[in-house]
Each structure stands twice: as structure tokens, then as C-alpha cells.
């Protein structure tokens, strides 16, 4: 058996961020992780997409996570998303009642991903929005994105990172409607309409 030793790179175990993949199908998915909103509850929306890679071809192993804010504006408080038993220390899941605001969606067969979450309010100067990570065979480190939700134009028209965003991009961030709550929101790794990708410090 080889020892594990930090100071040596070859003897440390690969992890998800150094994995090229496909790996996130196996290891990161949970139980519910698309289930998002309270059973019932009226405010919520689907939003659903593919995931393509730089030639068009759909995904199937991507991973695609989302945090996104209670119709209010206000950051969930509550924990859940992956309860376990205390008694078993198995999955328990979701108690259905709570909004966490933490989803985890791997894709299927075809590349498509759907989550079932509730719609965002605006949070002080900025649109409302999902924020979204995308873990994908072929990514060394993850992509951080956001689905902004049609309907309100002037609140996406003053949204401070739309407007640092080239006109003819800004619609690779804005899902399109498709019927009344629930929404569609492809994401292109790179190529043509490549998914305008954010850098944070």
C-alpha cells in the first residue's frame, strides 16, 4: 500500500478539482438535489436546460449546481439539503417544508439538467438571479455563472454585471420563458453563444 504524503503530489489522491472527469455523476449527486422548493409551495419554477461542450455535443456526466435567494430577497438560513439519519447515518433527505436554496443537478443521458427551485428576489441593486456552478469532464476547476429570469427589463437593464456584460452576450446569462414558471437556460462551455463565465478574486 502506498503511503499518502502531502509533500509529495504523485501519493495524494486525485479530488473532484483534480479529476478530469467523467467523475461528478458518481461521487457528488445526492438524493433531491433537484427538489429545491418546499412541496406546494406558489412561488415555484422550474428551470431547465443542456450542457454542451465547445463542439455542441451534450454533457452527460456535468454536474450544474445553483444557489439562489427566497422570493423576498432574503438568503436562505435554513440546513437540510442533505440531512442524514442520525439514528442510521444514512441519506434522510429533504423534509420538504424548508427552502435551503441549494440545489445539485447531475445531468442525464442527453445532457439535461432540471431543478425545481423558487423564484429568486432581487437582493439590494441586482436583478434576481440563481447563481450557478458547473462541474464538467474536461474542467480542471469549475465555471461560476447566473440565470437571470425574464420579465422585469429595467431591473436587468440596471443590473451592475449585465451592464459590465457586451450587449450581444448579455443573453447567454437571461433564461427564456416558456411557459408561465418555468424556464429554459442551456449552457455552453465554450464555441458559438458560449455562456458568459465569472471570475471572482
Not at 435551503?100 to 442527453?110: E, K, L, Y
Request: aromatic share 8%; with cysteine; proline share 10%.
Amino acid at each position: 500500500m502506498t503511503k499518502i504524503d502531502p509533500s509529495r503530489p504523485g501519493t495524494v489522491l486525485p479530488t473532484p478539482s483534480h479529476t478530469v472527469g467523467p467523475f461528478y455523476g458518481y461521487a457528488l449527486p445526492f438524493p433531491g438535489g433537484a427538489e429545491v422548493a418546499p412541496v406546494g409551495h406558489a412561488d415555484t419554477v422550474t428551470v431547465h436546460g443542456h450542457v454542451y461542450d465547445g463542439e455542441g455535443a451534450p454533457l452527460p456526466d456535468a454536474l450544474v449546481e445553483i444557489w439562489g435567494p427566497a422570493p423576498d430577497g432574503s438568503m436562505p438560513t435554513a440546513t437540510g439539503s442533505m440531512r442524514r439519519d442520525p439514528a442510521s447515518g444514512g441519506f434522510a433527505g429533504r423534509n420538504g417544508l424548508e427552502f435551503t436554496g441549494f440545489g445539485r443537478i447531475p445531468t442525464d443521458a442527453d445532457g439535461h439538467w432540471v431543478v425545481r427551485t423558487l423564484r429568486p428576489g432581487a437582493r439590494g441593486v441586482n436583478a434576481p438571479y440563481l447563481a450557478v456552478c458547473v462541474f464538467a469532464r474536461g474542467l480542471l476547476t469549475h465555471l461560476f455563472t447566473r440565470v437571470y429570469l425574464p420579465g422585469d427589463d429595467a431591473a436587468l437593464a440596471a443590473d451592475p454585471v449585465l451592464r459590465q456584460v457586451a450587449e450581444d452576450r448579455r443573453r447567454t446569462l437571461i433564461a427564456v420563458e416558456q411557459s408561465p414558471a418555468t424556464y429554459r437556460f442551456d449552457i455552453r462551455l465554450q464555441g458559438e453563444d458560449e455562456t458568459v463565465f465569472l471570475e471572482f478574486p
